[in-house]
């Protein structure tokens, strides 16, 4: 297992933003949703890269080296937790990526969220929801809470990639909490509704729009516009605190 980063702040979006916790975040993922536009200089060969906010968790040739390989589920817990020296409350345990659940059978990450769950920890993931997790074999995932971002046209992923709706409907009615995340931007609204009421049809979880936008300047522009939709069509809006307080900067 790769560990990115791991980070004690406040969560910036979605149903739970605002509360304290826990990041870790892992590396890899199965898409690579250019179409978010980030921009990134690679630390292997300093090309430049394209993709999304997370890309250092994503692109495993022009990151791992930067990323912390872990062999042993105690050693991880440690390290992640150790974050939590000076506190004397349980904030959240958010596990987020890259795609976290790609690893959803690793004996390592599954031994770590045996002892994130043992430990009392309220656990969320934050995925993109194309993985399809044998919840009667893997039954600690049904003790622990899903943020779906699945992603739309905008990722610039081919639908059959970014939309598996066995995947979505096994994790909402198989985990303890489940809630949908969108990312959505000015310039593409117009199909917006479209495509969430596609994915979301015939499950009852609530909905979140968030605005895209990696800086300040880019969820400024796209923020009002997410909002207005968001009150056209019922959904509830999701700001980005952690992007308004920190920008782009990592580990925050
Ligand atoms: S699924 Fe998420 S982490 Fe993976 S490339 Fe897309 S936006 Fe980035």
């Known amino acids: 297992m790769y560990l990115v980063e791991s980070f004690l702040s406040i969560q910036g979006e979605g149903k739970y933003a605002g509360y304290p916790s826990l990041f870790a975040r892992f590396g890899g993922c199965n898409l690579s949703c250019r179409g978010f536009g980030c921009e990134f200089i690679s630390p292997y060969d300093g090309s430049k890269l394209i993709g999304c906010d997370s890309l250092y968790a994503v692109n495993e040739k022009h990151f791992k080296n930067e990323w912390e390989r872990f062999d042993d589920a105690q050693k991880l817990f440690a390290k992640v937790t150790s974050h939590l020296q000076n506190t004397d409350y349980l904030p959240h345990l958010v596990i987020t990526g890259g795609e976290p659940l790609i690893h959803y059978?690793?004996?390592?990450?599954?031994?770590?969220?045996?002892?994130?769950?043992?430990?009392?920890?309220?656990?969320?993931?934050?995925?993109?929801?194309?993985?399809?997790?044998?919840?009667?074999?893997?039954?600690?995932?049904?003790?622990?809470?899903?943020?779906?971002?699945?992603?739309?046209?905008?990722?610039?992923?081919?639908?059959?990639?970014?939309?598996?709706?066995?995947?979505?409907?096994?994790?909402?009615?198989?985990?303890?909490?489940?809630?949908?995340?969108?990312?959505?931007?000015?310039?593409?609204?117009?199909?917006?509704?479209?495509?969430?009421?596609?994915?979301?049809?015939?499950?009852?979880?609530?909905?979140?729009?968030?605005?895209?936008?990696?800086?300040?300047?880019?969820?400024?522009?796209?923020?009002?516009?997410?909002?207005?939709?968001?009150?056209?069509?019922?959904?509830?809006?999701?700001?980005?605190?952690?992007?308004?307080?920190?920008?782009?900067?990592?580990?925050v």
């Open 105 to 251: 059978k690793n004996p390592v990450f599954y031994g770590f969220l045996e002892l994130a769950v043992g430990r009392g920890f309220s656990v969320f993931f934050e995925t993109n929801a194309t993985v399809d997790v044998d919840f009667d074999a893997f039954t600690l995932y049904k003790k622990v809470g899903f943020a779906m971002s699945v992603k739309l046209a905008n990722s610039s992923e081919k639908y059959e990639k970014r939309v598996n709706k066995k995947a979505i409907q096994n994790i909402a009615s198989q985990a303890k909490e489940a809630f949908f995340k969108f990312v959505l931007d000015e310039k593409t609204l117009d199909n917006a509704k479209n495509q969430i009421e596609e994915i979301t049809k015939g499950i009852d979880i609530p909905i979140f729009c968030m605005p895209l936008g990696a800086t300040h300047a880019e969820l400024e522009k796209n923020s009002r516009a997410v909002t207005l939709f968001c009150l056209k069509n019922g959904y509830n809006y999701s700001d980005r605190i952690h992007i308004r307080l920190w920008g782009d900067k990592r580990g």
